[in-house]
């Protein structure tokens, strides 16, 4: 167990404070959940039903180019150390994962600090819940981040990579329209889009009566759980490939 948890542990903390020492970083992480909120969320009227979309296009974005860091280390040689040393894959993959997710998942926290300017008010119980649910869609969307950042070789194709598939995912997740609001297959593809069942779960504990039509807070909670599984283990046999690859 030891052998499996310290490197977790080392990971995480090595995440997070790599992140503390850059301080440009640091004003960013800080500043552009209130810069994002002041300039987009003020072009919408209904601000209590777009807050939930405001709230995971931030964590999705923040979890998913903090893993923008696996491809330095590979540049720096920190990757290949962990690939011959005798860890477990799933441990690294764990330890990287949680480490970006926790500075999703703060940023988060933060941004939903702006929820009382919408209207959105929460009890103490139901602001644990939504505060849960940020943290797994932030591991699911770290996790997704790892997968694609482990076959990059440059960080301009991560870029490149993930606006392509980020910004579709959000537009098509519920954020700005419903599916019900939506025609033919725009509405097929809000359907299995994993992104609309994150978002459907905040929008049923922040804003209730803007989650009309969406799917249950239990189904939400469900599919984007078995997301983060799903990723977390497709990242774990890709470390894992890569690595008997690179000693044969």
């Given at each position: 167990m030891r052998q499996f948890w310290l490197p977790v542990a080392t990971l995480w903390q090595r995440e997070l404070l790599r992140f503390w020492r850059e301080k440009a970083r640091v004003l960013g992480f800080v500043g552009s959940p209130l810069v994002f909120?002041?300039?987009?969320?003020?072009?919408f009227g209904n601000l209590a039903f777009f807050f939930p979309g405001a709230l995971t296009l931030t964590v999705m974005f923040s979890a998913v180019f903090s893993?923008?860091?696996l491809i330095e280390d590979r540049r720096e040689g920190f990757l290949l150390s962990m690939l011959v040393?005798?860890?477990p894959r799933v441990s690294m993959v764990l330890g990287k994962t949680l480490g970006s997710a926790t500075l999703a998942w703060v940023q988060g926290i933060i941004f939903m600090?702006?929820?009382p300017l919408?209207?959105?008010w929460l009890s103490p119980a139901v602001l644990l819940q939504a505060v849960g649910v940020v943290f797994l869609i932030s591991l699911t969307f770290t996790a997704m981040g790892f997968l694609i950042a482990w076959h990059m070789e440059s960080s301009q194709g991560f870029h490149a990579v993930m606006n392509l598939v980020l910004f579709p995912l959000w537009m098509l997740s519920g954020s700005l329209f419903t599916a019900g609001q939506a025609h033919g297959w725009v509405r097929a593809v809000m359907r299995v889009n994993p992104l609309a069942y994150a978002q459907a779960s905040l929008q049923h504990l922040l804003n209730p009566g803007g989650a009309a039509g969406m799917p249950g807070l239990r189904m939400s909670l469900?599919?984007?759980a078995l997301c983060a599984a799903a990723l977390l283990a497709a990242?774990?046999?890709t470390a894992g490939r890569r690595?008997?690859?690179?000693?044969a």
């Open positions: 909120w002041m300039i987009l969320g003020s072009g893993t923008m860091s040393s005798p860890a600090g702006f929820g919408t209207g959105v469900t599919v984007t990242s774990s046999l690595q008997r690859a690179s000693a």
